[in-house]
């Protein structure tokens, strides 16, 4: 029997009812159809390797630098703990996780400092990037070999996973935590997504880059950005660079003092704990107020009391008994995953350590410590801290702050202060401190 017979037609040759062959169809589908797809729809003539260059040249130092401090926050959350892990399911992409260190004690406040301005200073940054290639996108035909299908989902990855990362961590700053609990995975998974396109990406351009960059001007379109077609230019690509660069630097300015601080905190428009946090001892930025966590006034007031469980004993503290011990006192900064943070200011309290041996004698002595607030709800109500960070003399169970009480709003009656650690290890309103439980 013939193959031709067959009545699904497999293996038959192609009917074509135009009487068109199949080469000739397969030519015509080469021609873009109407729209974006058309070489002469985009006419900017700002458009052009040299200026995607510039823009990708500035994008490959700071994408690193976020990646890096990104990775660098995440491990100061101590996701290894048990009690913290807020990524259960990262599995080998923890495998660069260490202990976080103590010192300098302003270390988180610099690489979380840095990692959110970078990003906020970097959108006006990508967005030109994208908009420099996005005829790019719309190349006809959409998929030409199964090497161009790869380098294609490559593209979606990168565009997918650039817009993915930089839109849920400034919604996060901005919304305050609008994904309790499941804004780390998000971020975190999708940054790994982001970095793999971006290095096969740059693996691919920096070659076109550098070219680009070395001089020899480029007339023609040879790279499919330049249009071939030009409008009349309403401005420069040096001036289109400057329009970039002037958005980068207002951010900057607008953002930038919520973590440098001093009378610089005065221009950080942006930052969501306002410039202003008043006067007195404890005038320095609140996050969350007891009200805005669930917490009743009565919850602090001299019902309040401290367990502390070390080497299997437990023994119970009033306030007063706390100020009755012999206080110390650290010169630390509170500094947020938001990226804001505050001055040095002088903790006095108890240190963890001491609390630990005072219970639990030697064996309350080099272990990590689980630490409950009052809080029942929310996702900063604990934290575990590390062997290193609570044999740390400035790790302080802070009863007082610049010569006052804690007001409620700082963690009244106690909270924890532990020197380079992230914010939301800094607990509040604790109640309870359980030694070797990590
Ligand atoms: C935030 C990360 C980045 C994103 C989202 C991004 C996105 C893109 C996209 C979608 C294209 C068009 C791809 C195509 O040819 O079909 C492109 C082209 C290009 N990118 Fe990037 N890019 C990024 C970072 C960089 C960096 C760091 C460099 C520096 C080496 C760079 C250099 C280039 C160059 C030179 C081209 C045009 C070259 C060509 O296709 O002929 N990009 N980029
Ligand atoms: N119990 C409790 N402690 C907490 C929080 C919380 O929501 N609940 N927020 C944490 C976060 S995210 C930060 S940045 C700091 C802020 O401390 P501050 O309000 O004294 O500046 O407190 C931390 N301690
Ligand atoms: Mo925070």
């Given at each position: 029997m013939q193959q031709d017979d067959t009545p699904s037609g497999?293996?038959?040759?192609?009917?074509?009812p135009k009487g068109v062959p199949g080469t000739r169809l397969r030519e015509r589908l080469r021609e873009p159809p109407p729209g974006p797809a058309r070489p002469g729809f985009w006419r900017s003539p700002v458009r052009g390797v040299r200026f995607t260059s510039v823009l990708g040249a500035v994008l490959l130092v700071g994408v690193p630098v976020l990646f890096v401090t990104g990775l660098l926050s995440y491990a100061a959350y101590n996701p290894d703990l048990r009690g913290n892990d807020t990524t259960p399911d990262r599995g080998w992409l923890g495998f660069y996780l260490f202990a976080w260190p103590t010192d300098p004690h302003w270390l988180y406040r610099l690489t979380q400092g840095v990692h959110v301005t970078l990003g906020i200073v970097l959108v006006p940054v990508l967005l030109a990037k994208l908009w420099s290639v996005v005829p790019k996108l719309f190349v006809w035909p959409p998929l030409r070999s199964a090497a161009h299908a790869l380098e294609r989902l490559s593209l979606l990855f990168l565009v997918g996973g650039v817009l993915f990362v930089f839109a849920t961590g400034i919604l996060n700053v901005q919304l305050e935590y609008i994904f309790p609990g499941s804004f780390y995975p998000l971020h975190f998974y999708g940054s790994w997504v982001f970095i793999a396109a971006f290095v096969v990406h740059i693996a691919t351009r920096v070659p076109v880059m550098v070219r680009a960059l070395r001089g020899r001007r480029h007339?023609?379109?040879?790279?499919?950005?330049?249009?071939?077609?030009?409008?009349a230019p309403t401005i420069s690509r040096r001036g289109a660079l400057g329009v970039v660069g002037a958005g980068s630097l207002l951010l900057f300015v607008t953002t930038a003092g919520q973590s440098i601080g001093g009378s610089l905190r005065g221009t950080a428009l942006f930052a969501p704990h306002g410039q202003d946090p008043g006067p007195g001892p404890n005038g320095f930025q609140v996050n969350k107020t007891p009200a805005a966590v669930g917490i009743?006034?009565?919850?602090?007031?001299?019902?309040?009391?401290l367990v502390v469980r070390a080497g299997g004993r437990e023994r119970v503290f009033t306030r007063a008994q706390l100020?009755?011990?012999?206080?110390?006192?650290?010169?630390?900064?509170?500094?947020?995953?938001?990226?804001?943070s505050t001055g040095d200011q002088l903790w006095s309290g108890v240190r963890l350590a001491r609390l630990g041996a005072l219970v639990g004698g030697t064996a309350g002595e080099d272990e990590g410590v689980f630490v409950e607030s009052v809080q029942s709800r929310g996702a900063f109500r604990s934290a575990a801290l590390r062997d290193n960070q609570v044999g740390d003399r400035r790790s302080l169970l802070a009863l007082r702050v610049n010569g006052a009480d804690l007001s409620p709003d700082h963690g009244y009656p106690a909270r924890v202060i532990v020197p380079a650690a992230p914010g939301v290890h800094n607990t509040k309103w604790v109640t309870r401190l359980t030694f070797g439980a990590v």
């Amino acid at each position: 029997m013939q193959q031709d017979d067959t009545p699904s037609g497999r293996g038959a040759t192609r009917y074509d009812p135009k009487g068109v062959p199949g080469t000739r169809l397969r030519e015509r589908l080469r021609e873009p159809p109407p729209g974006p797809a058309r070489p002469g729809f985009w006419r900017s003539p700002v458009r052009g390797v040299r200026f995607t260059s510039v823009l990708g040249a500035v994008l490959l130092v700071g994408v690193p630098v976020l990646f890096v401090t990104g990775l660098l926050s995440y491990a100061a959350y101590n996701p290894d703990l048990r009690g913290n892990d807020t990524t259960p399911d990262r599995g080998w992409l923890g495998f660069y996780l260490f202990a976080w260190p103590t010192d300098p004690h302003w270390l988180y406040r610099l690489t979380q400092g840095v990692h959110v301005t970078l990003g906020i200073v970097l959108v006006p940054v990508l967005l030109a990037k994208l908009w420099s290639v996005v005829p790019k996108l719309f190349v006809w035909p959409p998929l030409r070999s199964a090497a161009h299908a790869l380098e294609r989902l490559s593209l979606l990855f990168l565009v997918g996973g650039v817009l993915f990362v930089f839109a849920t961590g400034i919604l996060n700053v901005q919304l305050e935590y609008i994904f309790p609990g499941s804004f780390y995975p998000l971020h975190f998974y999708g940054s790994w997504v982001f970095i793999a396109a971006f290095v096969v990406h740059i693996a691919t351009r920096v070659p076109v880059m550098v070219r680009a960059l070395r001089g020899r001007r480029h007339t023609g379109d040879e790279d499919g950005l330049a249009s071939p077609a030009p409008a009349a230019p309403t401005i420069s690509r040096r001036g289109a660079l400057g329009v970039v660069g002037a958005g980068s630097l207002l951010l900057f300015v607008t953002t930038a003092g919520q973590s440098i601080g001093g009378s610089l905190r005065g221009t950080a428009l942006f930052a969501p704990h306002g410039q202003d946090p008043g006067p007195g001892p404890n005038g320095f930025q609140v996050n969350k107020t007891p009200a805005a966590v669930g917490i009743r006034p009565e919850e602090l007031g001299d019902d309040w009391r401290l367990v502390v469980r070390a080497g299997g004993r437990e023994r119970v503290f009033t306030r007063a008994q706390l100020l009755a011990l012999p206080q110390d006192e650290a010169a630390l900064p509170i500094a947020c995953v938001e990226g804001w943070s505050t001055g040095d200011q002088l903790w006095s309290g108890v240190r963890l350590a001491r609390l630990g041996a005072l219970v639990g004698g030697t064996a309350g002595e080099d272990e990590g410590v689980f630490v409950e607030s009052v809080q029942s709800r929310g996702a900063f109500r604990s934290a575990a801290l590390r062997d290193n960070q609570v044999g740390d003399r400035r790790s302080l169970l802070a009863l007082r702050v610049n010569g006052a009480d804690l007001s409620p709003d700082h963690g009244y009656p106690a909270r924890v202060i532990v020197p380079a650690a992230p914010g939301v290890h800094n607990t509040k309103w604790v109640t309870r401190l359980t030694f070797g439980a990590v």
